[in-house]
């Protein structure tokens, strides 16, 4: 019978795994130090980067672009932080400058819903936001929009970007494009807002009644399109105004 | 195509939602209507005050040439408002108190209120005062066809009659019979 654990040899044996326990601790610390040493280097850098170039990402709009996609790359959400709007954001004040950015968006969406039915051109859209932040606002890419729209997604209020016939869209309804509706859409692309029963039939080779039930159904259901009734070609055509050339006229409907 | 303001020759500038087909049909979604009519509306009384029109009916629709014809038709893209749908924008009018028919009691014809009865009461106050004809009688035809042309100048009756009446209440004018028709006389405020 073999007894282990007595004898001198046990005490060498206990104070070698002590030992080597205090060792590990005093590797895992300096490791944590230098992480932290380095942490700290790499926030320094941050915040010396963010200091110099805050007016810069804020007003120039490819420089913003670049930085964002640097930011995607090292794996880090300039938004995102255990602090509210996040380290990086608050040192930047980006955080801000994309709710607020977001909080235009909703507004120009929700100012144009009636005549366009919550379908808006990025270009439009861009144009009206430009227009509300006055000129001191800097300009604004349509990468921005697509990121502040990102951040509008927790309010489940249903903004998306959407691609229409290559024409990218903003949507402000919580309402699914069908399949036939996109075609529609893209048609209208092309036609300066107009489309008619008989272009679908044509080019797009669908039945009569297939499109006079996807037209009836956007003009009567979702008010995304106006009607004509004195069409000279087919005698009911239908606009849509979202695909309209407003050219740059805002009395359109602000008008006294 | 794109649509812009353009300016008519009479001065007028035309919005650009003018230039678009479908604006000149009455829209079956109910939302949608509200408001495209609201801009009819606008429209309507905007070139009123501009041409100082006083007489909506619904025959001006057909009638190419026109005091209305360039807000009624957009000859341009070949397109014009229709009776029914110009009959439904009157009503729309007087139901907003922006308009009045007249004669009454008839629906073809309405006075347009590009001022309201109350801004006409006090624009013609401040016409007999600048002029210097308070507490003397003036006749009807005296205010709607003076020698100097006055903001007054081809008030219809009806409106001129109501604006005296809104006057009269708070002591302001009182009409008399005088006699070949009706008078009035103006008093200063108090």
């Avoid at chain 1, 804020?58 to 996609?69: I, L, M």
């Amino acid at each position: 019978m073999h007894r282990r654990g007595v004898g001198l040899a046990a005490f060498d044996r206990k104070d070698q795994a002590k030992r080597f326990a205090e060792l590990s601790s005093a590797i895992s610390q300096s490791q944590i130090s230098h992480l932290n040493s380095q942490l700290d280097q790499f926030r320094t850098a941050l915040t010396h980067f963010a200091s110099t170039h805050r007016d810069k990402i804020k007003s120039d709009p490819s420089f913003r672009h670049a930085f964002q996609q640097m930011c995607t790359s090292i794996g880090v959400d300039p938004l995102a932080g255990p602090r509210k709007g996040g380290w990086w954001a608050e040192l930047l004040g980006l955080g801000d400058w994309q709710y607020e950015l977001g909080v235009q968006i909703v507004d120009v969406c929700v100012s144009t819903r009636e005549r366009n039915g919550g379908l808006i051109e990025m270009s439009e859209l861009i144009r009206l936001v430009s227009k509300l932040r006055g000129v001191e606002g800097g300009s604004i890419s349509e990468d921005d929009v697509v990121r502040s729209i990102k951040t509008l997604q927790p309010l489940g209020a249903g903004y998306k970007v959407v691609d229409i016939g290559g024409t990218r869209m903003v949507r402000s309804v919580v309402k699914e494009l069908d399949e036939d509706q996109t075609i529609i859409l893209a048609i209208a692309q092309d036609e300066g807002g107009r489309v008619t029963v008989e272009m679908l039939i044509q080019r797009k080779g669908w039945l009569g009644e297939r499109a006079r039930t996807a037209l009836e159904h956007m003009l009567l259901q979702d008010g995304l399109c106006w009607l004509d009734d004195q069409d000279e070609e087919s005698g009911r055509a239908y606009w849509i105004p979202s695909a309209m050339d407003w050219g740059t006229d805002d009395t359109s409907f602000s008008f006294t | 195509m794109s649509l812009s303001p353009h300016t008519t020759p009479s001065g007028f500038l035309l919005p650009s939602i003018h230039s678009a087909p479908p604006f000149f049909t009455q829209q079956p979604n109910p939302a949608t209507q509200a408001i495209v009519e609201e801009q009819w509306i606008r429209l309507l009384l905007s070139y009123a005050r501009h041409r100082k029109l006083f007489t909506l009916r619904v025959d001006d629709s057909e009638d190419k040439g026109g005091e209305w014809d360039e807000v009624l038709r957009n000859e341009r893209i070949n397109r014009r408002i229709q009776s029914a749908y110009l009959s439904k924008l009157i009503a729309k009018l007087v139901e907003k108190n922006v308009a009045a028919y007249d004669p009454p009691r008839q629906t073809r014809s309405v006075l347009v209120y590009w001022r309201l009865p109350e801004e006409w009461a006090e624009t013609l106050h401040q016409w007999a005062d600048s002029t210097g004809q308070m507490n003397t009688i003036l006749t009807f035809y005296e205010i709607t066809d003076p020698p100097v042309p006055s903001p007054l100048s081809n008030v219809p009756l009806p409106l001129l009659r109501t604006a005296i009446t809104i006057l009269a209440k708070t002591n302001r004018a009182q009409i008399i019979a005088i006699p070949d028709g009706e008078g009035v006389r103006f008093f200063p405020s108090k």
